[in-house]
C-alpha cells in the first residue's frame, strides 16, 4: 500500500465576516483509484477566486454553498496519472475542477486538454482562463466600449480588470485603472499601459478618480462595489453601460459605510442618465463569445500586446491564508497556489 496520502482542505466552519483559518481544516485522505471511464489527477497549481468567499455562507447565490466538511471548490491545473478513459493518457496536462486538493478522480466532462507550448499552463486559470472571459465577456457584450470613451475598473492589477483595461486600449478607449496602494497603481500605468491610475486607498480617491476622468465615465467594469462605485456614480456619462461582475468590497459582509442609503441617489441616476447596468456570469456569454476570446487573448499574449501577472504561493497548506489576503488586496496578480510543480 503507498504510503503517500492525498491531502485536501475542507471548510471547517462559515465565516462571520473575514473568515479565519479555523474556517478551513487541511485533511489527509487515501490516494481514490480511477474506475471505469474515470481518470486520476493529481493538481499542480490551483485557483484562487473571489467568488469562493460567497459559496463559504450558508445562502445560496448564483452557485449553491458548500456544506460544512466539503472540499472547498476550485478550478485546477492538473496531471492525468490514470486514465481508464480513451480521451485522456497519462501524462496529459488538464483544466479541470478539482477543488482544493492534491489528487481527484474525474468522470473526464469537465477537462479540457491544455498546451504548454501555447501558453504557460497557469494562464488556464487566469488571463486565458475563467477571469480573462469574464473581463472578455462583459466587455463584448456589455461594455462594447467605442474609440476614444473612457472605460474605468477597479481591482485593476488583478486578472479581470487588467484585461478590461488591456481590451479598452486595444478597441481605442481611455483606460482608468483603480488599484491599491501605489505599487499597484505603478503596474497598471507603466506596464499595463492604462492612461491613468488611482488609488482607492489615498487620500482625495473621489477627486483623483474625478480628475482622471475628465469627460466622465462611458463603461465603468463594476468588480468591487463599495466606496468604489460612490465615486464613480457621479461621474457617469448618459447611456453609460456598467457591466456588474463582482462586488468584492461587500464579500466578507457589510462594509461598515457611513449608515446612508445609497440605493435612491443609484436609481435616480439610472433614471436621469438613461444608464444600463447589467450583472452576468461569465458562462452565460460562453457560446456566443468563448472561441473569439481564446483566439483574440491567446495572440495578444503569444505578440506581448496583452501582459499578465501571477502571484504564486507555494504549497496547498498555505490556500486559506492566501485567499483571506486576496479578499483584503494582499494579493498582485492572478493568485495561483503551486501544489505540487
Ligand atoms: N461575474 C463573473 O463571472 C466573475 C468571474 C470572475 C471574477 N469575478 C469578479 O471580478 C472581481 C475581480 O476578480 P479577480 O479574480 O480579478 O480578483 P483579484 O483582482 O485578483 O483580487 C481581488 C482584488 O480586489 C480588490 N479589492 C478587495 N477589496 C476591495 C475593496 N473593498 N475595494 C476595492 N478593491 C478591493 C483588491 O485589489 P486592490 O488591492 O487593487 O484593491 C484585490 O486584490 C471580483 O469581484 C470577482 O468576484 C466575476
Given amino acids: 500500500m503507498s504510503a503517500i496520502k492525498a491531502r485536501q482542505i475542507v471548510l471547517a466552519a462559515r465565516p462571520q465576516g473575514k473568515p479565519r483559518l479555523t474556517d478551513f481544516r487541511l485533511e489527509e485522505t487515501a490516494i481514490p483509484t480511477a474506475g471505469p471511464g474515470q481518470v486520476l489527477l493529481r493538481v499542480q497549481f490551483l485557483s484562487l477566486d473571489p467568488y469562493m468567499r460567497e459559496r463559504m455562507n450558508a445562502r445560496e447565490s448564483y452557485q449553491s454553498a458548500i456544506a460544512l466538511g466539503d472540499v472547498m471548490p476550485g478550478e485546477s491545473v492538473a496531471t492525468v496519472i490514470a486514465s481508464h478513459h480513451p480521451s485522456f493518457a497519462q501524462g496529459d496536462i488538464v483544466l479541470a475542477h478539482t477543488g482544493w486538493r492534491t489528487h481527484a ?3 473526464h466532462a469537465d477537462l479540457r486538454n491544455l498546451d504548454p507550448t501555447i501558453a504557460p499552463v497557469t494562464t ?15 466587455l463584448r457584450a456589455i461594455g462594447k466600449p467605442a474609440p476614444g470613451e473612457t472605460v474605468v475598473v ?6 479581470v480588470g487588467s484585461l478590461v483595461g488591456q481590451l479598452a486600449k486595444l478597441a481605442g478607449a481611455r483606460a482608468v485603472g483603480i488599484a491599491g496602494g501605489p505599487e499597484k497603481c505603478a503596474y497598471v500605468k507603466d506596464e499595463l499601459g492604462f492612461d491613468a491610475a488611482v488609488d482607492h486607498k489615498g487620500a482625495d480617491f473621489a477627486a483623483n478618480l474625478a480628475a482622471a476622468c475628465l469627460d466622465g465615465i462611458d463603461v465603468y467594469f463594476e468588480n468591487v462595489g463599495g466606496a468604489v462605485w460612490q465615486a464613480v456614480l457621479p461621474l457617469l456619462n448618459k447611456f453609460a453601460r456598467v457591466p456588474v461582475s463582482g462586488l468584492i468590497a461587500q ?22 442618465k438613461s444608464l444600463t447596468l447589467r450583472g452576468f456570469i461569465n458562462y452565460e456569454f460562453a457560446a456566443e463569445h468563448y472561441p473569439a476570446f481564446l483566439r483574440e487573448v491567446g495572440a495578444g499574449i503569444a505578440d506581448g500586446r496583452i501582459r499578465y501577472r501571477e502571484d504564486i504561493v507555494d504549497g496547498l497548506e498555505k490556500a486559506p491564508e492566501a485567499f483571506i489576503g486576496m479578499l483584503e488586496g494582499r494579493n498582485f496578480g492572478k493568485l495561483i497556489v503551486r501544489v505540487d510543480a
Fill in 154 to 159: 477597479a481591482a485593476a492589477s488583478g486578472p
Fill in 251 to 272: 464579500y466578507n459582509g457589510p462594509s461598515g459605510g457611513d449608515g446612508t442609503d445609497r440605493l435612491p441617489a443609484t436609481m435616480r441616476e439610472i433614471l436621469s
Fill in 124 to 138: 488556464g486559470l487566469g488571463v486565458l482562463g475563467m477571469p480573462g472571459f469574464t473581463a472578455y465577456s462583459g
Fill in 105 to 107: 478522480l474525474s468522470n
